[in-house]
Structure formats: structure tokens, C-alpha cells
């Protein structure tokens, strides 16, 4: 049974930084893509990043380019999501979720975690 959960969210001020988590079982962790998803109130789910399976690619959504990293420790089946200079307007859960293939689409992925409430406060 594959399981994603993720850990690190909760309330912090505008600009500060928070570091997001998703410790990945029951698959095999260093064939999946790893990408982070943002849902907000009365928003659609949107894309934050991807990672590669190896680590060796990212990409980024263009309003947290600059400000977030994503990485990932093969060896602890865990994904990573640095977020830095954070605003208000980033207050949303974040999803982690696993994909065979490398890309940006929600629909694209195979597994995803339960999510962590990021809250942005002015």
C-alpha cells in the first residue's frame, strides 16, 4: 500500500520560511517523479514543483520560482520543499504526489499524500 505523508506546515508571517516533507512507502521511491501541488480555498489544485527521479531535474511554477527548492533523499524515500520569502498569497494545502513520468499536470500523477496546511499571515 502506498503511502505519502507530508509534514512541516503551519502558520508563519509573511516573509518567513517553512520546509515542507513527504516521506514516501510501499513503492519503490527512486523511480517516481516527486512534484508538490498547492490547493487554496475555492481554487483549483495548481503545480508548485516537480523533481526527477534522481534529483537531477526541477521545475517550478512561475510564482514560486526564486523562492522555493525542491530536493529529495533517495535514501529516505523523502521529498523535500524549501519555501522561503513566503506571502500570503502562498496560505494553501500542499499535496506531495508521485508520477512514473516527469510532469506538471495533477492528472498525470499516480499517488498522492493527504496534505499540510501552509497559512501566510500579513
Known amino acids: 500500500q502506498v503511502q505519502l505523508v507530508e509534514s512541516g506546515g503551519g502558520l508563519v508571517q509573511t516573509g518567513g520560511s517553512l520546509r515542507l516533507s513527504c516521506a514516501a512507502s510501499g513503492l519503490t521511491f527512486s523511480t517516481y517523479a516527486m512534484g508538490w501541488f498547492r490547493q487554496a480555498p475555492g481554487k483549483e489544485r495548481e503545480f508548485v514543483a516537480v523533481?526527477?527521479?534522481?534529483?537531477?531535474?526541477?521545475s517550478y511554477a512561475v510564482s514560486v520560482k526564486g523562492r522555493f527548492t525542491i530536493s529529495r533523499d533517495n535514501a529516505k524515500n523523502t521529498v523535500y520543499l524549501q519555501m522561503n520569502s513566503l506571502k500570503p498569497e502562498d496560505t494553501a494545502v500542499y499535496y506531495c504526489?508521485?508520477?512514473?513520468?516527469?510532469?506538471?499536470?495533477?492528472?498525470?500523477?499516480?499517488?498522492w499524500g493527504q496534505g499540510t496546511q501552509v497559512t501566510v499571515s500579513s
Open positions: 504526489a508521485a508520477d512514473r513520468l516527469y510532469d506538471t499536470r495533477a492528472l498525470s500523477y499516480d499517488y
Open positions: 523533481i526527477s527521479r534522481s534529483g537531477g531535474m526541477t
